[in-house]
């Protein structure tokens, strides 16, 4: 899923000759997940893909995110492709919520078990692609030169993917090691007895905390603005559990499509008002999903999401769990979140609150204590001096938009994607952008991805974009292009689902507000199976709102 971080604007490079452009079907950015699931649904549809990746190895976000305690925040059960029947069966995870490494694992069997290999290019970063009107291909050219003509350019470079290394004036002052939870070491990174400063406290910063705690002299945590995290309750993949999905896998999937997020079908959302029962009814049923864990807290009720009254009880039971967790009532109090809860993406943790209970973890409240200065051995904030040895920068994201703006993608008459994109990523179905004919972009701003679980949504946008490839060569067609008109009520409707939720009321990477400068607008839609419903619906209708040509 991730292209390159390192890639930054740069002057379009000149469209390679026909000559010298090696001829392709689909070019496809990126080879995580969504690049090793579009290239082997083109190739079983006889298409010529071939997958260019910036990275030493396949996996995307499991290739680079590998800082201590990294784990998916969806049941393994759910976090894997279902296209393969196969596949499904064979592959055993160890843990309900799966590692890092064993993720990694995962991408790598799926480019073996299909044989992939073969058409992937690995340490390949595109430097630009311009649509070239004349023979309506897509002209690639990679940093090294090579240089291709595509009909189809697919953007499977990841939601989040660029990382966001905030411009802290004076870091380089600082002599010790810099890290950043989405660029980690290979190697293996050792903080026995180091004293250690984490920036951010997001769902990186949440799993990392724990496990660096557990070594490190000392964690001192720099915080701008509280999470919520609820229980993962991770532990070994039960026996019976496993077998019991497996026996009806295809099922399961089905469940999960069924769900606002395509997934979580074993734990459906209450279809009860959290302000239609009694105080102890409420504290009851969140004690129950509490007890569970993961993303389910947030179906205890149907209304947490879009009534903030609602949404408060919730945010308050979550607090409360904090005051009974950490013993220092004003620690406790900091990492208390003031935000609606799940405005920000939820955090699902191992340990995270309690491990302000060590004495070796610090919270430094950057609202109350903003960072000064940095200084050859840490940072002063709040006027306090924090000698670190290692400093993590658990900053997240540039989200959405942040690798495809830094790719250098001309459309149609010469249209950039930064210029396209001035005001914020106008897109057709979260598919498709006006001015760019015959370029998709997977898991992107203006679809349910990064509501939903990230796989399902891979395999949905995968199907869809094959099906349109088939449907195009089906009638003698060349190009799809969405119409601006399309494209603008596209932007409209994805405003007016998150203006009815309390999305729009905290500073998210959903907004573009982690990064300064970036447009504000609402990027991800809420609801995935009324999408999938739409865009079966456009294709149905012979593709309505594009011009197919
Ligand atoms: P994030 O949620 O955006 O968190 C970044 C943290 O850094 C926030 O606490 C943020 O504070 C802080 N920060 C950013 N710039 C800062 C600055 N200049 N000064 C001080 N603090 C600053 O990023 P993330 O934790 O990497 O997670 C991003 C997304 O990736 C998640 O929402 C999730 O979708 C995915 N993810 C999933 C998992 C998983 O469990 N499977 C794990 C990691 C990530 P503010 O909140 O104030 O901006």
Request: aromatic share 10%; with cysteine.
């Amino acid at each position: 899923m991730a292209a390159s971080l390192s890639a930054t604007p740069a002057a379009t490079p000149a469209a390679p000759s026909t000559g010298h452009a090696l001829p392709l079907d689909l070019l496809i950015v990126g080879a995580g997940l969504a690049g090793l699931c579009m290239l082997h649904k083109a190739r079983r549809q006889g298409l010529n893909a071939l997958v260019i990746e910036a990275a030493g190895g396949v996996g995307g976000t499991w290739y680079f995110n590998r800082y201590p305690g990294a784990r998916v925040d969806i049941q393994s059960m759910e976090y894997s492709f279902g296209f393969d029947e196969a596949l499904q069966q064979h592959w055993h995870w160890t843990e309900r919520y799966a590692a890092q490494p064993e993720l990694l694992r995962y991408a790598n069997h799926v480019a073996d078990r299909f044989a992939l290999r073969d058409a992937i290019l690995l340490n390949t970063q595109l430097a630009g692609a311009a649509f070239d009107e004349a023979s309506q291909r897509w002209r690639a050219v990679a940093e090294g030169g090579q240089a291709w003509a595509a009909r189809f350019l697919v953007m499977a470079s990841g939601p989040l993917s660029s990382p966001n290394q905030p411009d802290f004036p004076g870091l380089a002052r600082y002599t010790g090691r810099v890290l950043h939870t989405a660029r980690w070491p290979h190697e293996a990174v050792d903080f026995t007895g180091l004293r250690v400063g984490v920036i951010g406290t997001g769902s990186s910063a949440v799993q990392a905390i724990p496990v660096i705690a557990e070594v490190a002299a000392q964690v001192t945590v720099f915080q701008r603005t509280a999470s919520y995290a609820v229980p993962a309750h991770n532990g070994p993949l039960d026996a019976d559990f496993e077998a019991g999905i497996k026996a009806d896998y295809a099922g399961f999937r089905a469940r999960n499509q069924r769900m606002m997020g395509g997934f979580g079908s074993l734990q459906p959302p209450n279809l009860v008002s959290a302000l239609a029962v009694s105080p102890e009814q409420r504290q009851a049923m969140f004690e129950e999903r509490w007890r569970i864990g993961g993303f389910g807290l947030l179906g205890t009720f149907h209304d947490l999401i879009v009534n903030p009254a609602a949404n408060e009880l919730a945010a308050e039971f979550v607090r409360g769990k904090i005051r009974e967790t950490v013993h220092n009532p004003a620690t406790a109090e900091a990492l208390c979140p003031r935000h609606p809860i799940g405005c920000k993406r939820l955090c699902v943790d191992t340990n995270y609150y309690a491990t302000y209970n060590r004495p070796n973890v610090a919270l430094v409240n950057l609202q109350t204590s903003p960072i000064e200065q940095f200084t050859p051995s840490g940072l002063v904030a709040g006027g306090l001096a924090h000698d670190v040895d290692a400093l993590v920068l658990a900053t997240g994201f540039d989200a959405m938009t942040g690798t495809l703006l830094k790719l250098n993608l001309r459309g149609r008459g010469g249209q950039t994607i930064q210029a396209k994109w001035q005001a914020g990523p106008l897109n057709y179905l979260g598919l498709t952008v006006a001015g760019f004919p015959n370029l998709f972009n997977i898991a992107g701003p203006g679809s349910t991805a990064a509501f939903t679980n990230v796989i399902v949504a891979i395999e949905h946008h995968v199907s869809w974009i094959a099906d349109c490839i088939a449907h195009l060569d089906a009638h003698g067609l060349a190009t799809i292009e969405a119409n601006a008109d399309a494209e603008a009520a596209w932007a409209v409707h994805v405003n007016t689902v998150a203006a009815r939720t309390v999305y729009l009321s905290c500073n998210s990477w959903y907004l573009g507000a982690n990064i300064p400068g970036k447009p504000r607008m609402f990027m991800p839609l809420f609801g995935y199976p009324a999408y999938v419903e739409k865009c079966a619906q456009v294709a149905a209708q012979g593709y309505a709102g594009f011009t197919l040509a």
